[in-house]
């Protein structure tokens, strides 16, 4: 994944040893809180949310539990910002295993920022059924929240501008595991009296040894 026009790369905040270590982490708590997998459903929300949740899944088995079975929700159409994105918006679809009425289901994702996300995820989530429990799983908080929407489940919680960007690559999508920071490049602000020209008279005097 390159970076967006107009930025760059201010702080590395996971590499590949630490993005799987707090995964690690984030599995164990999850299962601490859950420990009836079979009960228990982790849905991804498109796109990088989908790998973490089987990542999440297959780490929680490793930790001693069963695995649980893993999800995938597209939330493009239940999004409120749905008619600025695209004309035709791409969809990756939507899986959901099974049915969630009365299971508890963790949404997972990689960022959580506005909230407005989640409320979409929410949203969809409930036309499939009515589950006993919802929690919500992310790998990094950057705040700035707009709605009163809370991780139950966090990796990483950093303060951030509202003009930069958390960069979440995932060997899945990216080929590459790491979270980086990334701030806008500043425009320079023109010299004072850069390309203007000087009089004629004082390019003579110059040019002028005595």
Do not use: C
């Not at 994702?109 to 909230?115: F, H, I």
């Not at 407005?116 to 009515?130: I, K, N, Q, W």
């Not at 429990?133 to 990483?156: N, S």
């Not at 080929?175 to 602000?189: I, N």
């Amino acid at each position: 994944m390159g970076l967006p026009p107009g930025y760059r790369a201010r702080q590395e905040l996971m590499d590949r040893d630490r993005l799987r270590r707090t995964l690690a982490r984030m599995a164990h708590e999850i299962l601490e809180r859950h420990p009836d997998m079979a009960n228990t459903l982790l849905v991804g929300v498109q796109t990088r949310g989908v790998p973490l949740a089987r990542r999440l899944a297959r780490l929680m088995a490793a930790a001693g539990g069963s695995e649980p079975r893993v999800g995938a929700l597209d939330i493009t159409l239940y999004r409120d910002d749905l008619t600025t994105i695209a004309a035709h918006p791409v969809l990756k679809g939507t899986d959901i295993p099974g049915t969630i009425d009365g299971r508890t289901v963790v949404l997972v994702d990689d960022v959580l920022y506005t909230g407005r996300t989640v409320r979409a995820a929410l949203d969809e989530l409930v036309d499939f059924g009515r589950p006993a429990r919802i929690a919500l799983a992310v790998l990094v908080d950057r705040g700035h929240r707009e709605l009163p929407i809370r991780a139950d489940y966090v990796g990483k919680t950093i303060t951030t501008a509202r003009d930069e960007i958390v960069q979440v690559m995932l060997e899945e999508e990216d080929g590459e595991d790491r979270v980086v920071l990334l701030e806008k490049v500043k425009e320079k602000a023109p010299t004072a009296g850069a390309g203007r020209a000087r009089p004629p008279a004082q390019r003579a005097r110059r040019g002028v040894r005595r």
